[in-house]
């Protein structure tokens, strides 16, 4: 259980990093070139790697690649939502929660014996 928690919390950290490297310059660097933005955004992605890597090793001791996988799908989508309707500015859609009722079907499924 301790890996699994150890998992997620840096999983969790992983897809910040993510999250604002994939989009965060659709924000911040909207005006400069496009090479520009993605150096900047490899930069970020660095850190995403800094804590995605150790995560899947440590996870992968005590789920299966399939259950490590949902589970990211699912961590992806809590950093997400709040990252557009906090940073970005969008507003909240229902999409977002037929999207994440989608993952937590997937999580079951992937979950049980």
């Not at 969790?12 to 496009?34: D, E, P, R």
């Not at 990211?72 to 950093?79: G, K």
Request: glycine share 4%.
């Amino acid at each position: 259980m301790k890996a699994v928690l150890l998992t997620i919390l840096l999983l969790v950290i992983s897809n910040c990093f993510m999250t604002y490297a994939w989009y965060g310059h659709l924000k911040n660097l909207s005006h400069q070139v496009w090479f520009l933005a993605a150096v900047v955004s490899w930069g970020v992605a660095f850190f995403e790697y800094m804590f995605q890597v150790p995560a899947n090793r440590i996870g992968a001791t005590a789920l299966t690649l399939p259950q490590l996988k949902i589970m990211q799908e699912a961590i992806a989508l809590v950093v997400f939502v709040p990252f557009v309707v906090l940073y970005m500015k969008q507003p909240l859609s229902w999409n977002y929660l037929w999207a994440s009722l989608c993952i937590v079907g997937a999580i079951f499924f992937v979950f049980r014996g």
